[in-house]
Structures are given as structure tokens and as C-alpha cells.
């Protein structure tokens, strides 16, 4: 083939990659723009505003060097919320145990199973205020349903729920559970149908009884799901916050339901202490991104990654 057929052959497909990279380009520009706009440019801010005195009322943005960290390091509330926010990691064990139960129910489809996974996905989807506003009903120390015709009909005077710090973190905790238990349900039913059917003849063939099947087969497939639930849940965990606004009106008494997020508003909008606040979550976000990857690093020695 001559010099000239080759360059007009190599041409159009010249013409069809710029025409692909140009669209490419066009589909990716919104989300970059985005993901500048609104995660890049806002983190540059708070972690430069870490390092300042700003105050919105004030207007003063001076630098301040690391003296924001070793206020907020210095703080008595900071670490009562470091120890609020380590407790809500609580609910991770209980709702991935619960999650695995309905899972198995709902994979060898027991009478009514779809039923229940819609109820149990239902908080999930729900609007967090308003899931909230029933529970405060629900553990209302005067007229709750608890204290009121679930315990009082055994004749015992229920606590106050919500004001009583030894009871208040125990409730967030509880409504938690009862929120996360649909979706990891979903996440793990997900895996369960992944897992070959091969696998449980050959189980049955070799007279393998059904605990040893869910320890040696079932189990072992399931460990990236739960993985990822628990990486998913950890995050959310440490970032509580909505619950304990809504909960409570200054963090509980005794600052006893206050999470680091919590603290993070609170010096924020409530102090206009912004610069401190962006220290603190500057801070966090190393906090977080360290457990996140230590979890990485363990996830190697339990989580099944096939063949």
C-alpha cells in the first residue's frame, strides 16, 4: 500500500478519536466542574481558614498559625464529643447482624419476606426530621408510647430517654440500628445471589451440615459486602450529627450526645468561631481518612477476594 493510501485511511479514524475525545471531554466537564466548584475549592478554603482567626461577625481573618488546634485539643467539650462520636460506632455490629439474618431470610424467600424488606428499607429512604420527630414521640419521658403503655403496663416508670445523659446516646443508637438494618439487608441479599449454587451441592454432597455450610461457604463469600457496609458505615457513624441536633437542643445535657460534628456546627454557626471550626474538621478529616485506611489494610486478611 502506498505512503498516500495509508494517510487517507488513517484519517478518518484520526477524525473519530478527536470526535470522541471531544465528547468525552464535553460529559466530563460538568461533574469536574462540580467537584472543583464545590469539594476542591471549599476544602482549600476551611483548610487555609484553619490556620486563621476568622469570625464572620467580626470580619477578622488573620493567621493564627496552630493555635485553633491547640485550643479545640485543649477543650473539655472537644474530647466528650470525641468519646460521643467513638460510641455511635456501636450500631455497625448490631445492624450487620440483623442486616445478614433478613438477608438469608429474604434470599430463601420465607413467607412474607418481601414485605418485610420493603418496612425495613422504608426508614432508610425516609426523611431523617421526620423519622426523628416520631422517635421523640415515641421516648417522650410524659406520654411517649415506652414509658407510657410498653412499660408502664408492667408497672415500671420508664427514664426520661432524651434528657437523661446515661439514656440518650443508647436512643440515638437504637433508632441508628433500626434505620441501617434495611439497607445492609439489601447489600448483603446482593451477595448472597452472587454466590454459586455449585458451591452448596458440592457442600451437600460432602454431607457438610447447614452451620458448616454458612461458616465455611456462605460467610466467607459475603466479606466484601460486609466490608463495604462496614467502611459505609463507620464514615456515617463518625459524621453523626442530624440526630444529635434534633434530639437534643445544646447537645444534651452534660454536652452527653454531642458528636465532633456537632462541635464542628457549634463553633461555627453558634460561636461564629470559623476558623477554629474549619481546624477542627481539618483535623477530623485526617482522623477519618486514617481509620479509613487502616480498615483497608486489615480488610486483607478476612476479605474473601475470590480466585
Known sequence: MSATAKTTATRPKSRMRRRENAWGLAFVTPISLQVILFSIIPVGIAVVAGFTNWNALKGTFDFVGFDNFV????????????????????????????????????????????VFRVLFFLPYV???????????????YQYGLV????????????????????WIKPTIVLMIVWKMIGISSIYILAALNNIPDSYYEAARLDGASPVRTFFQITLPML???????????????????????LFTSDGGRNYSAATITYYIWEKAFRSNELGLASSVAFFFALVVLV?????????????????
Do not use: C
Not at 463495604?228 to 440526630?243: D, H, K, N
Open 291 to 307: 481509620i479509613t485506611l487502616v480498615q483497608f489494610r486489615l480488610s486483607r486478611r478476612w476479605v474473601y477476594e475470590g480466585e
Open 126 to 140: 425516609s426523611s431523617i426530621v421526620a423519622l426523628v420527630v416520631m422517635w421523640k414521640w415515641i421516648f417522650n
Open 147 to 166: 414509658n407510657q403503655w410498653l412499660l408502664a403496663w408492667f408497672g415500671i416508670q420508664g427514664p426520661d430517654w432524651l434528657g437523661d445523659p446515661a
Open 223 to 245: 466479606t466484601p459486602a460486609i466490608f463495604f457496609v462496614t467502611i459505609v458505615g463507620v464514615i456515617g457513624s463518625l459524621q453523626t450529627f442530624v440526630e444529635v441536633q
Open 71 to 114: 485550643e479545640f485539643l485543649g477543650d473539655k467539650k472537644f474530647w466528650i464529643a470525641a468519646g460521643n462520636t467513638v460510641y455511635m460506632l456501636l450500631p455497625i455490629p448490631f445492624y450487620l447482624a440483623f442486616g445478614i439474618l433478613f438477608a438469608l431470610g429474604s434470599h430463601r424467600r420465607t413467607p412474607g419476606s418481601r
